[in-house]
């Protein structure tokens, strides 16, 4: 497998009422293509800012984030916005749909932003939203659906441009168990389908035990790294 995604020496700090917050204490990580990947550790120990900073939301105060051997710290914000937008996919704890779209429109919003051909993107969010389970309540807005439904839809959405890699930052923590373990089998199922990359930051080990490697966070670093076998 290639190296999809390698980050060397990242610090990210914040100042704070004059005083400066070091969140990210030198980060060195690398992941493959076709790799599940899942963080954990404990509230406040930097597991989302890292996500950001992979997924192009934040900019690291120093070291770099390479991509398919391009550094892309140093792409500007509006060639960050492209990149992010083709090559990245997002699932969030709180779903982030528009609620006054249906879930077919949300899936194909990153598509229309994307300038891809409507008709393509029409077709591709109808196979997207079968796929996850949906084909019956595509014309059904985020109210009328239950929190595994807009799960569901948020994953088909973190889909529609084809991304490299889906960044998930605890997708099941706001599900109910069953309902929890499900969103995380077909997660595995997109990995195995279609060698999509996931980094998964959860607090569930049982869910994290499911993928290739923990990465566990202390204090801003990776403290210990566990590969599960098979």
């Known amino acids: 497998m290639k190296e999809l995604l390698i980050t060397r020496n990242l610090h990210r700090s914040y100042s704070l009422d004059g ?18 990947i899942s963080i954990m550790g404990a509230s406040g120990v930097g597991k989302s800012t890292l996500l950001n900073i992979l997924g192009t939301l934040d900019r690291p ?26 090559k990245i996919g997002f699932i969030f704890q709180f779903h982030h749909l528009l609620p006054e779209f249906t879930a077919f429109e949300n899936v194909m919003m990153p598509a229309i932003i994307h300038k891809r051909d409507r008709k393509d993107a029409m077709n591709m969010a109808e196979e997207l939203l079968a796929k996850v389970g949906l084909q019956d309540r595509m014309k ?12 569901r839809v948020a994953i088909a959405r973190s889909l529609i441009n084809t991304p490299e890699i889906i960044l998930a930052d605890e997708p099941t923590g706001n ?22 990359t996931f980094i998964v930051v959860t ?17 801003g670093r990776i403290d210990e790294e566990t590969r599960i076998t098979p």
């Open 175 to 196: 599900l109910d168990t069953h309902t929890g373990e499900e969103i995380f089998e077909l997660l595995k199922k997109i990995n195995h389908e279609f060698n999509t």
């Open 61 to 86: 105060t120093t070291g770099e984030v390479i991509f398919s051997g391009i550094n892309i710290c140093e792409k500007s914000d509006m060639e960050l916005a492209s990149f992010r937008n083709s």
């Open 140 to 151: 059904h807005r985020p109210g009328e659906l239950s929190g595994g439904e807009q799960q």
């Open 203 to 219: 607090h569930n080990e049982k869910l994290a035990l499911q993928t290739d490697r923990i990465l566990k966070m202390v204090d």
């Open 19 to 36: 005083k400066e917050l070091n969140i990210l204490r030198g980060i060195d990580i690398t992941i493959l293509q076709g790799e599940m």
